[in-house]
């Protein structure tokens, strides 16, 4: 089994900045790309990043959130700065594990709440 257990989150005021940590444990071979997605109204993408470094960001937050890794730790980091109120939702974190037995799927975090008020 991979678990992947996300930190961070909280209420901030516009203008501020947040930190979201993933950590992801269990059966874990390699993990190719970890990702941000958030959820106001449906599910987005946020940002990506592989094992190489290779980033990709949504035009929304391009600029202003950035995404980063540490593979030794199989973590993932976003520093979400100049926080907008549309940016308010739940942040899930996605990783493509392969598993010591060879198996390779997504695995999701459960959530963490960003609040951001005007």
């Known amino acids: 089994q991979v678990q992947l257990v996300e930190s961070g989150g909280g209420l901030v005021q516009a203008g501020g900045s947040l930190r979201l940590s993933c950590a992801a444990s269990?059966?874990?071979?390699?993990?190719?790309?970890m990702g941000w997605y958030r959820q106001a109204k449906h599910r987005e993408l946020v940002a990506t990043i592989t094992?190489?470094?290779?980033?990709n960001y949504a035009d929304s937050v391009e600029g202003r959130f950035t995404i980063s890794r540490d593979n030794a730790k199989n973590t993932v980091y976003l520093q979400m700065n100049s926080l907008k109120p549309e940016d308010t939702a739940v942040y899930y974190c996605n990783a493509d594990v392969t598993t010591n037995w060879g198996q390779r799927r997504d695995y999701w975090g459960q959530g963490t709440q960003v609040t951001v008020s005007s």
């Open positions: 094992s190489g470094g290779s980033t």
């Open positions: 269990g059966n874990i071979f390699s993990i190719y790309v």
